[in-house]
Nanobody
Framework: QVQLVESGGGLVQAGGSLRLSCAAS????????MGWFRQAPGKEREFVAA????????YYADSVKGRFTISRDNAKKTWNLQMNSLKPEDTAVYYC?????????????????WGQGTQVTVSS
């Protein structure tokens, strides 16, 4: 059984920072790509960031580039999303996801394993 558990969400003022973490348990995630997605009320789930197993390739949505940083610790089976200069439009439920053999890491349908989500609210 694979489990992904997010933590670190909360309420922050615009311009502030939050750090989300995702911890994996169960089977190993060798060679897995790990990603973050978000979903705001009434909107589709959208890609935020992803990182390859080696950590040498990272991907970001244009809307968060330069503000968010994704990182991972394979030994601890965790990965993080550092979010700086937050904006009200970043408000959403954030989900971590993982899977092996992903060619296009920006597509949510490519991931088999998902966390339960953590709420991020940015006030203006």
């Amino acid at each position: 059984q694979v489990q992904l558990v997010e933590s670190g969400g909360g309420l922050v003022q615009a311009g502030g920072s939050l750090r989300l973490s995702c911890a994996a348990s169960g089977r190993t995630f060798g060679s897995s790509t790990m990603g973050w997605f978000r979903q705001a009320p009434g909107k589709e789930r959208e890609f935020v960031a992803a990182i390859r197993w080696s950590g040498d390739s990272t991907y970001y949505a244009d809307s968060v580039k330069g503000r968010f940083t994704i990182s991972r610790d394979n030994a601890k089976k965790t990965w993080n999303l550092q979010m700086n200069s937050l904006k009200p439009e970043d408000t959403a439920v954030y989900y971590c996801a993982a899977d092996r053999g992903i060619i296009v890491p920006t597509l949510p349908q490519r991931y088999s394993y998902w966390g339960q989500g953590t709420q991020v609210t940015v006030s203006s």
